[in-house]
């Protein structure tokens, strides 16, 4: 009975979250996808990533990165199956502060736009050369509840976030967020989270839920039900009108798709679009979102039909680079079914 009142309160939010979404944006939606260039972390220690549980002398220590071919072959997939880019993401250690602009101004090439990057806390002179290139800048807060957050990020304090925060305010660069939900946190927090929104200028904000990864501290627990992550998004929505709110979902979790559209978040990410595209997941992904009233931007389920070699070719790159993202695209390309990914990671 009380769950029942419950998700009666949370739907009654949500409809008005709902018109508060389309007063302020138009009714479409689209799946953002992050790209990786590494997967190393130098703080692994994070309570609910599966970072935590890998031994000392794995892969994950060692500051490996894609080539960048692989990343400019998924960068041009992402722009023409017309999802957006999340933000660019890994292991700050696996390039040179150089390296890793380069690689940002041919990303910008391929999109034609400037990028999100969540690499970490950047210090100013960092984020003064980026700038030209960035459109924003993501601090992987995880929780607001301070208690939660000593507990599950003993490693990665909040503060480095808040000071690059206020660096990216002075330079116009955008701010967003990452919080999981189901941490530990509850309803009683949504003020911490409004006050450093307001405080900081937070542009948008990223959702995601609690996956309990096996021999993780979180092993067994639930992940947070539909109910509870629409009732963030809603009073986020309702809070703050213009704000943009994304929230991520697994492959096992694509029948929530419609009911968080309705709590008025704006797109979707964490889903695993290239292992699953195509697959009765994206085709039932597909549909949440037309439940849902929106036009669904891209596709998950068709592959369009480009001149792919074409595209690179009309790039302004190196040439050999151009060779080097054809013969990757191609394989991408022919693979599409399969798994291009690992295991994910929790905070990006
Ligand atoms: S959550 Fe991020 S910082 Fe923490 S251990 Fe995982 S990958 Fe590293």
């Known amino acids: 009975m009380i769950h029942a009142i419950k998700s009666l309160a949370v739907e009654s939010l949500m409809e008005k979250a709902n018109k508060v979404y389309l007063a302020n944006f138009p009714a479409e939606t689209n799946f953002e996808r992050a790209l990786f260039f590494s997967w190393y972390c130098s703080i692994r220690d994070c309570k609910f990533c599966y970072m935590s549980t890998q031994p000392n002398d794995n892969k994950y220590q060692k500051i490996g990165r894609r080539t960048t071919e692989s990343l400019l072959a998924e960068a041009l997939l992402i722009k023409h199956l017309r999802w957006e880019v999340g933000f660019l993401s890994g292991g700050k250690g696996a390039y040179t502060a150089d390296g890793f602009l380069d690689l940002v101004k041919k990303l910008n090439i391929i999109f034609g736009e400037k990028v999100w990057i969540n690499i970490g806390a950047i210090k100013k002179e960092e984020l003064e050369k980026l700038q030209p290139y960035i ?137 695993p679009a290239l292992k699953a595209f195509g697959t009765k997941s994206a085709f039932e992904l597909e549909e949440q979102c037309k439940l849902a009233g929106r036009k669904f931007k891209g596709t998950l389920t068709k592959l369009p039909e480009l001149d792919w070699n074409n595209l690179v070719d009309e790039l302004e790159l190196d040439k050999d680079l151009k060779q080097k993202i054809k013969k990757k695209l191609n394989i991408y390309l022919k693979n599409m079914g399969k798994s291009l990914e690992e295991h994910p990671t929790d905070c990006h």
């Open 135 to 271: 459109k924003g800048v993501v601090g992987s807060i995880e929780t607001v509840n301070k208690k939660v957050h000593d507990f599950v990020c003993p490693s990665k304090p909040v503060e480095p976030y808040l000071g690059m925060f206020n660096d990216a305010t002075q330079l116009s660069i955008k701010k967003a967020i990452t919080i999981i939900l189901g941490l530990g946190e509850t309803e009683d927090d949504f003020p911490a989270l409004e006050n450093l929104i307001k405080q900081y200028g937070i542009d948008k904000i990223h959702f995601y839920g609690l996956n309990p990864h096996k021999d993780t501290v979180f092993e067994g627990f639930s992940a947070p039900t539909k109910y509870y992550q629409a009732w963030w998004i809603a009073k986020t929505r309702i809070t703050f009108p213009k704000i943009d709110i994304q929230f991520g979902i697994w492959d096992d979790r694509a029948d929530r798709v419609a009911f968080l559209l309705n709590a008025g978040a704006n797109s979707i990410s964490k889903y």
